[in-house]
Each structure stands twice: as structure tokens, then as C-alpha cells.
């Protein structure tokens, strides 16, 4: 993963828990580097490492950290340069769920070695359901986490159950989400 995502993990514990225990964090997981360059290319084991140090630390599960993670995720891209990306790609949940394939190959242009997941949004009824493909396993809680950052974005109430797990030997993990102007 390219050093803005372990950028983004630093920000959110020092945020939330302090600096402290981002150096607590970081000597558990073996990561020996001051500091993460954003356009980077890191070990995806470097990231897990980093999840699987902070659910030892704050003895919290990992998919609950992963869910944080990907609510805290959207409002820190907002706040760089790829919130005018994300703010141009949709003006509500379906529209930017919708346009994520889009948006990551714009991003690409950046990061020439991006790897990024695949999005695809089809309607069902009220709802929408979201099939998400990575080559990265066990993300499905950050995806859960990621929508619901999205919905906040545009201050829309979002539900999102996860009904099919790619861990669970389906095609993909796939989430039904309902997204309505918060009251």
C-alpha cells in the first residue's frame, strides 16, 4: 500500500490515542522507518502489521479498528488533495459509491503501481447492493467502515449489512447499503 494509507493510520491514532501510543503501535509492529512518504509503494504486511500491533495495544478486534479506519479514512482524504477528487465524483452516497472505479483510475495517473479495489454498485429496490474486489484479503470491515465515512460526507443516515464474504469462498464481499438525507 503506498505510504498515505500508513500516513493516514498514524493520523488517526495520534488523533484519538496520542502519540504515545502510535510509538507503542509502531515498536510492536516492527516498523523501524521515522516517518511513512506518501507516493511510496509499502508491503501490504507493513499495514497489517500496523492493524495487528494496535488490536494487541487497545485489545480491540480488528475488524472493529478496520470499520474505524475506514469512516476515519474519508475524512482524511477530504481534507487533502483527494477531496476535491472525492467532492467532484459524486454529490451523495450512490453517486460517489457509483464513481470509486472512476475515481481510483484518475488517482492511478499519481500512483503509477496502484492496486486499487474494485467497486460495483447496482440498484436493488431502496437500496443499493456494492461488490467490492481486492487483491488485499480481509478488508471487508474497512469497506463497511468506508461507506458509512461516505454517507457522513454528505450527512446521509447509511445502513450497510454485508450479505455474501468473499472469505466465505463467494466472488466477492458484497454489502447492501441504504443511504437517506440524515434527519
Known sequence: MYGMVNQALEALVTERFGAET???VRQKAGISDPAFITMKQYPDEVTYALAGALSEHLQAPV???LRAFGVYWVAYAKRGPWGKIMLAS???TYELLTALDAMHARIAISFPDLKPPSFKVRPEGDAVVVDYQSHRPGLAPFVVGLIEGIGALFGESVTVEQIASKDAG????SFRV???KAA
Open 90 to 92: 459524486g454529490g451523495s
Open 22 to 24: 502510535w510509538a507503542a
Open 63 to 65: 475488524p472493529d479498528l
Open 178 to 180: 441504504r443511504a437517506s
Open 170 to 173: 463467494a466472488a466477492a464481499d
